[in-house]
């Protein structure tokens, strides 16, 4: 290698790989993924997560966005409860999904939804929710399993082992190509409930964000108005992968 080559090197290692803010993500699944990781206090045995989210306007493309909230099991299974927008275009574009996966990698069994599915999908139901309306998601266990409701209505019970949840979540997972017309989440009311009967209000989360060597886009960000946590596509990031956001 000659000097100026190695100059070279040297210098792009420095600056670091240019920014990926365009094209879809090469990420194993295909997306870009942005998480807020709850602030809960340590020691307590959680029964139930629960929080509203807000889609404000609709994504202008047609790919998948995967609005969720997330929790981990006592006996190690997972899973995430959220609205969709585009799964199965162009019979159905708005969706519910309620599944997860085992300590095996393999996905959850449930019961059967009451729901409809366009295309037969046992986690993915059809479900006309729309913009600018809250919706109140909350994963919670009773004598048939983990349940997964959205306001009122019951996607379907999970069958994941263990009495108790941990590690609640919201994430944006975004299908799209980085620089697609900017989409927003507010997620706002977050809380969980103790063993003990206790309802706990979060008022804090640490964000985190893809990795751009593991197929993410640098400009996904989230922030806070002081009365709900948002989470933006194709924007400027102006907070930085773990940080701490608070509401007022």
């Known amino acids: 290698m000659g000097e100026w080559s190695s100059r070279w090197t040297r210098l792009l290692g420095r600056l670091g790989a240019a920014q990926r803010v365009s094209g879809r993500p090469p990420s194993a699944n295909g997306a870009s993924s942005f998480h807020l990781l709850w602030s809960v206090p340590s020691g307590e045995e959680l029964v139930e997560a629960s929080v509203n989210v807000v889609v404000p306007t609709l994504p202008a493309v047609s790919r998948l966005y995967f609005w969720a909230l997330q929790v981990s099991f006592s006996a190690g299974a997972g899973a995430h409860l959220g609205l969709q927008w585009g799964a199965d275009p162009p019979r159905c574009l708005r969706h519910v999904n309620w599944g997860g996966y085992g300590t095996s990698g393999a996905e959850l069994s449930g019961t059967e939804s009451d729901l ?33 409701w959205v306001d009122d209505v019951l996607v379907r019970h999970l069958e994941a082992p263990g009495e108790t949840l941990r590690d609640p979540m919201v994430w944006s997972e975004v299908f799209a190509d980085c620089d697609d017309p900017a989409v927003s989440v507010r997620w706002a009311d977050l809380e969980v409930a103790t063993r003990s009967g206790r309802r706990i209000r979060i008022d804090s989360v640490a964000t985190r964000y893809q990795a751009r060597q593991d197929g993410g886009c640098d400009n996904t960000s989230s922030r806070t108005d002081g009365t709900a946590f948002i989470q933006t596509t194709n924007v400027i990031r102006t907070t930085q992968p773990g940080a701490v956001l608070r509401l007022r």
């Open 116 to 148: 409809p599915s366009s295309f037969g999908n046992p986690n993915t139901r059809d479900f006309e929710w729309e913009p600018g309306r809250t919706y109140r998601l909350r994963i919670s266990r009773d004598r048939t399993g983990w349940a997964g």
